[in-house]
C-alpha cells in the first residue's frame, strides 16, 4: 500500500482558495433550491450541486485511503476488535465525514479506543482517544507521545499543523502520518 | 467450440445454398463477438462510473452560478468574521455602498447590477429593467419612514429618467429584507400604500419580499419573492469591484445567508 495519495481535482479546488471552498460548502447546505432563478441558472445551479456533492465523496475516499494507510496499516495486527458498523449510526456518511472526521472505533478490554482522521485548508490530521470506564481518557491524555502530537485538548490528542499540507498540491506523500500512527498504537500495546 | 461449431453449421444449413463453415472461421467470429461484446461491457461501465471533476468542470459550474472566486469575491468562511451584523446594519451597509453621495461614480453601477439582480427573470419587471439604461436620478434610503403608520421600509429605491422632472419617482421599489423567519404580513400594506403614493404608476413599481426562504404570499400576491441566495449570486457576477470594505461588507451577507 502505497503512502502516496492522489488529490481529486474536485479537492484541489475546494483547498485552492476560501471563496471557491465557500462555494462549494453554500451549495452542500442549500436544502433546496433558492426560487427566482432563471432556467439558465437553474441549470447552473443543479451542476453546482452535483459537483458539490461529488467533492464531498471525494473527500470521503480520501479520508478513507488516509485512515487506511495510517491507522489501518499500524492496526492490522492489533488484538483489538471493531465496533460492529451499525454503532456508527451516520457518523460514517460522506455528510458526516466531510462535517468532522472520518473514523474507525475499536474496543479492548473496558476501553474504547477511537482513531481518526481528517483534513482542512491547513494541513491532514490524525487523531485519537481511549475512553475507559467512567468516561476517563487518563490514558490518552497521559500518554507521552513525540511533538508532532499536540497535548491533550477536550480529552483528544491530534497531531500538529502543517506536518502535511494539502494546498495546492496534486498528491501527498503521508509516510510521517504513518510512523505516528505507528508510535502510538505501539504505546497502546504497552498500556491498555 | 464444437457446440458452436455445430449450431453455426446448423442455422447456415437453412439458407437456400449450404454453407458449411470452418472451425477456424467460428473461432475468428467468436473471437470477434467477444471483443464487442468487452467493448459494450467497458461502454456500460463506464457510463456508470461516477465522474471525475476536472477543476474546469468545477470552475465552469461555479464561476458561471457565483461570479468569478476570488480575494474581491463576498464569498468567505463566515466563522472567521466572527460575529454577525444585524439586519438593520446590512440593510443600512447596503444603502451606503449603493449611495452615489457615498461612494460616486461606482455605487451607480454597484445600484444597477443590484436593481437588475433583484428584477432580473420576471416579465412583469422588463420595463423597470429597460428603464435602467437612461436613469439618471437615482434616490436610495435604508429604514425610510412612513410618518402615518410610524412603520420603516428597509430599503427604498426609486428614479426618474431625467433628473427631477416630477416629485413622484416614475420607476422604483421598495424591499422588505428579513433574514428571520418571521415576516411582519401587516405592514406589507402599508408599504404597498406608501408606494401608490411616492410612485407614478404601479406597473412601474417593484414590491420585494426579500428573504432567506420564503415563497409565493398569497395574501400579499403583489410582493415579488426572492430570495438572498438568488440576489447575491447574481449580484456578486455583475460586480467588477475591487473596493476591499465593499467585499468586507458583503461577506457579511454572505454569512448571513450561510447560517
Same mark, same amino acid.
Given at each position: 500500500?502505497?503512502?502516496?495519495?492522489?488529490? @481529486? =481535482?474536485?479537492?484541489?479546488? &475546494?483547498? =485552492?482558495?476560501? /471563496? /471557491?471552498? !465557500?462555494?462549494? /460548502?453554500?451549495?452542500? =447546505?442549500?436544502?433546496?433550491?433558492?426560487?427566482?432563478?432563471?432556467?439558465? =441558472?437553474?441549470e447552473q445551479y443543479n451542476i453546482a450541486k452535483v459537483?458539490?456533492?461529488?467533492?464531498?465523496?471525494?473527500?470521503?475516499?480520501?479520508?478513507?485511503?488516509?485512515?487506511?494507510?495510517?491507522?489501518?496499516?499500524a492496526l492490522a495486527s492489533s488484538v483489538y476488535k471493531e465496533v460492529d458498523?451499525?454503532?456508527?449510526?451516520?457518523t460514517y456518511s460522506a455528510e458526516s465525514v466531510w462535517d468532522d472526521c472520518f473514523y474507525k472505533t475499536y474496543t479492548f478490554k473496558e476501553n474504547v479506543i477511537c482513531f481518526k482522521c481528517y483534513a482542512d485548508d491547513e494541513g491532514v490530521y490524525l487523531g485519537f482517544f481511549?475512553? !475507559? @470506564?467512567?468516561? /476517563? &481518557?487518563?490514558?490518552?491524555?497521559?500518554?507521552?507521545?513525540?511533538d508532532q502530537w499536540e497535548k491533550p485538548e477536550d480529552d483528544e490528542r491530534s497531531t500538529q499543523k502543517g506536518i502535511i499540507d494539502i494546498k495546492g498540491k496534486t498528491e501527498i506523500d503521508v509516510e510521517p502520518l504513518t510512523n505516528l500512527a505507528n508510535e502510538v498504537v505501539t504505546k497502546l500495546n504497552e498500556q491498555v | 467450440m464444437d457446440a458452436i461449431l455445430n449450431d453455426t453449421n446448423l442455422l447456415a444449413n437453412h439458407a437456400k445454398r449450404p454453407f458449411l463453415f470452418s472451425k477456424e472461421a467460428v473461432q475468428h467470429s467468436a473471437f470477434l463477438l467477444l471483443e464487442e461484446h468487452k467493448k459494450a461491457v467497458l461502454r456500460i461501465c463506464e457510463a456508470f462510473k461516477p465522474k471525475k471533476l476536472t477543476k474546469d468542470d468545477l470552475k465552469i459550474c461555479?464561476?458561471?452560478?457565483?461570479?468569478e472566486l476570488c480575494s474581491r469575491h463576498g464569498l468567505y468562511p463566515g466563522h472567521r468574521l466572527g460575529f454577525d451584523a444585524t439586519e438593520p446594519q446590512i440593510t443600512k451597509g447596503i444603502v451606503k455602498f449603493l449611495d452615489s453621495a457615498n461612494h460616486g461614480d461606482?455605487?451607480?453601477?454597484?445600484?444597477?447590477?443590484?436593481?437588475?439582480?433583484?428584477? #432580473?427573470?420576471?416579465?412583469?419587471? #422588463?420595463?423597470?429593467?429597460?428603464?435602467?439604461?437612461?436613469?439618471?436620478?437615482?434616490s436610495i434610503q435604508a429604514e425610510k419612514l412612513?410618518?402615518?403608520?410610524?412603520?420603516?421600509?428597509?430599503?427604498?429605491?426609486?428614479?426618474?429618467?431625467?433628473?427631477?422632472?416630477?416629485?413622484?419617482? #416614475?420607476?422604483?421599489?421598495?424591499? #422588505?429584507?428579513?433574514?428571520?423567519?418571521?415576516?411582519?404580513?401587516?405592514?406589507?400594506?402599508?408599504?404597498?400604500?406608501?408606494?401608490?403614493?411616492?410612485?407614478?404608476?404601479?406597473?412601474?413599481?417593484a414590491l420585494i419580499l426579500l428573504t432567506l426562504n420564503r415563497t409565493l404570499s398569497i395574501r400579499n400576491k403583489s410582493w415579488q419573492p426572492v430570495q438572498w441566495l438568488t440576489l447575491m449570486s447574481r449580484w456578486e457576477r455583475n460586480l467588477n469591484d475591487d473596493d476591499t470594505d465593499f467585499t468586507q461588507f458583503r461577506r457579511f451577507i454572505w454569512k448571513k445567508i450561510g447560517n
Open positions: 500500500m502505497s503512502n502516496t495519495l492522489n488529490i @481529486p =481535482e474536485s479537492l484541489q479546488f &475546494y483547498f =485552492e482558495n476560501e /471563496q /471557491q471552498a !465557500s462555494a462549494i /460548502q453554500q451549495v452542500i =447546505e442549500s436544502k433546496s433550491i433558492s426560487i427566482g432563478l432563471t432556467w439558465k =441558472e437553474v459537483s458539490a456533492l461529488t467533492t464531498q465523496l471525494d473527500y470521503w475516499l480520501l479520508m478513507k485511503e488516509l485512515w487506511d494507510v495510517t491507522w489501518g496499516k458498523s451499525e454503532d456508527y449510526e451516520k481511549v475512553e !475507559s @470506564p467512567n468516561e /476517563q &481518557y487518563d490514558i490518552s491524555n497521559n500518554m507521552g507521545l513525540s | 461555479f464561476y458561471g452560478f457565483f461570479g461606482i455605487a451607480e453601477t454597484r445600484l444597477k447590477g443590484f436593481l437588475l439582480a433583484l428584477l #432580473e427573470g420576471r416579465s412583469q419587471n #422588463e420595463r423597470l429593467i429597460s428603464s435602467l439604461k437612461n436613469a439618471r436620478a437615482f412612513i410618518p402615518s403608520t410610524n412603520r420603516r421600509i428597509d430599503i427604498f429605491i426609486g428614479w426618474n429618467p431625467n433628473p427631477l422632472n416630477s416629485k413622484k419617482f #416614475e420607476y422604483g421599489l421598495i424591499i #422588505e429584507a428579513k433574514f428571520g423567519h418571521k415576516v411582519m404580513s401587516g405592514s406589507l400594506p402599508d408599504y404597498k400604500q406608501h408606494a401608490r403614493g411616492i410612485f407614478e404608476s404601479p406597473d412601474n413599481t
